[in-house]
């Protein structure tokens, strides 16, 4: 399985047939989840389909991923869609760039997310929670989703810039929102990036809101060093030729933070919170295991490995709800995977909402089941099996801070608060670059104790 083996035979590999221009993406539109598991099911672990922007492989087995992600991820690029999608607000930074632009910034960032570094948020995390929890009134219905992206929000970005942004927080959170929900337009897929679609223009103006506050607090702590926040590491660092960041540089990747940052961890909990409402049993015995650990203290850092319920939870959540759906690469040279060449340019699509529920490796994979992640069973997974944060050198740079922030949130708020769904929310899913509800998801909420 690498370029360099013949490709067992010269046919596309089977797959669902589209419409003339459009291809299969309205079918893809109309139900997005279901299309995708389909097309796995029904054509198996390499699906082909021509969609707008040309052909499209789904790659629907652990294995196959592996290879694209990890193996030979050297032939890979992120590729036109993703740059087109993407780059207008986020511009260079490292969830786009590529090559030797992409690699000397993620080094250059990296020791921001260092584990002894990402430890030294968890109390800031908790701090952040507890303050939304003050404002939360026994009896009353929550829009939780609303809840978590702003609480989310304010925790990345004063991991980013170390000091309260509540006075930024709403053009932020308004120029991001816009921005996700710009690059739904399917005529941005169609026509090209020099036609000016009302969403291209939407995006422009989203920027230039974005532009003015965040280029305001790089040129203040420029004036007014820190030292534990993202900013302040990004100002300092140096390549090896003593070469520092330019503002714009750092602009785009405190831009691209924000935005890589804010709704999949908001979605994590959103998606978690609603699993649990669906799941009473699930939810007591997580209360059972805070209330014996904690005592009704907040969570430390240090808490964490007591709390080995809390982390199943969190782990089970993002295998039946992955906030990142899917994800795409473009084969630089052609490539054979599955015994079918892959021919370079094309669109290689790798869903994790699809192979984490694949019965092959998940028993009763609709089920919401924490107890399933014990340590046997991780390691009897195909690697590949599970992939919330990607693999290979192009991983999540978040995942660490991702994962502490899902447990320090979800036994801060569960100690103190019962959310129970109220009858009218339906989960109904946008297959996006995230998986984002299309309408909120309201929760009744029950002081414990009350
Ligand atoms: C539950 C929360 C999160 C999920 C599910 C998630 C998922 C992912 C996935 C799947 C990728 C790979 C994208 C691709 O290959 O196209 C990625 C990349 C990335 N994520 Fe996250 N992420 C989360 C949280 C975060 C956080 C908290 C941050 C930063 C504060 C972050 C920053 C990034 C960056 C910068 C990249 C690009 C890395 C690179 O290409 O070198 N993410 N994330």
Redesign the pocket.
């Known amino acids: 399985m690498s370029s360099d083996t013949p490709p067992i035979t010269n046919e596309t590999p089977p797959g669902p047939s589209g419409l003339p221009i459009v291809g299969t993406r309205l079918a893809f539109l109309r139900d997005p989840f279901g299309f995708m598991t389909r097309t796995a099911r029904e054509y198996g672990d390499i699906a082909y389909m021509e969609e707008p922007h040309g052909s499209m492989y789904q790659l629907n087995h652990p294995d196959y991923i592996e290879h694209v992600?990890v193996k030979n991820n050297q032939n890979y690029v992120?590729g036109d869609i993703?740059q087109g999608t993407l780059s207008p607000m986020t511009g260079n930074?490292?969830?786009?760039?590529e090559g030797a632009v992409?690699r000397r910034n993620?080094h250059l960032?990296q020791p921001a997310?260092h584990p002894r570094r990402i430890e030294a948020y968890a109390e800031m995390m908790t701090e952040l929670t507890e303050e939304l929890l003050d404002t939360w009134q026994d009896g009353e219905t929550r829009l939780i989703h609303e809840d978590m992206m702003t609480l989310?929000l304010k925790i990345?970005a004063r991991?980013?810039f170390g000091v309260n942004i509540d006075e930024h927080v709403e053009p932020i959170a308004e120029s991001l929102e816009e921005f996700m929900e710009a690059t739904e337009s399917l005529a941005n897929m169609v026509l090209p990036p020099s036609i000016p679609t009302p969403s291209r223009r939407r995006i422009r103006d989203a920027r230039k809101k974005l532009d003015t506050v965040v280029y305001q607090l790089i040129e203040e702590r420029r004036a007014n060093p820190g030292d534990q926040d993202?900013l302040s590491t990004l100002l300092e660092v140096t390549d090896d030729d003593g070469n520092g960041m330019t503002n714009e540089q750092i602009r785009d990747?405190v831009v691209?933070?924000?935005l890589?940052?804010?709704e999949?961890?908001a979605?994590?909990l959103t998606l978690t919170m609603y699993v649990l409402g669906e799941h009473p049993k699930v939810e007591r015995k997580l209360v059972a295991e805070l209330d014996g650990v904690l005592d009704g203290r907040t969570p430390t850092m240090e808490d964490l490995s007591e709390l080995p319920y809390t982390e199943q939870i969190a782990k089970e959540s993002?295998r039946l709800y992955?906030?990142?759906p899917g994800?795409?690469?473009e084969p630089v040279k052609p490539d054979i995977v599955g015994g079918y060449e892959i021919p370079a340019g094309s669109t290689v699509q790798m869903n994790?909402w699809v192979v984490h529920r694949d019965p092959r490796w998940y028993d009763d994979p609709l089920a919401f089941r924490p107890e399933r992640w014990t340590d046997e069973f991780e390691q009897s997974l195909p690697k590949l099996a599970y992939?919330?944060?990607?693999a290979g050198?192009?991983?999540?740079?978040?995942?660490r801070?991702?994962?502490l922030?899902?447990r320090l949130l979800l036994a801060t708020i569960y100690q103190q608060y019962h959310m129970e769904l109220t009858p009218e929310t339906e989960l109904d899913l946008m297959a996006t670059v995230?998986a984002r509800p299309k309408s909120e998801i309201s929760m009744t909420i029950h002081h414990r104790g009350d």
Do not use: Y
């Not at 992939?387 to 990607?390: H, M, R, S, T």
């Not at 050198?393 to 995942?399: A, E, Q, S, T």
């Open positions: 992600l992120k993703f930074g490292i969830l786009n760039s992409w993620r960032i997310f989310t990345v991991a980013l993202v990747e691209t933070l924000l890589a940052g804010h999949t961890t979605l994590s993002m992955p906030p990142v994800i795409i690469r994790q992939f919330p944060f990607a050198p192009r991983r999540c740079i978040g995942d801070f991702a994962m922030e899902a995230t």
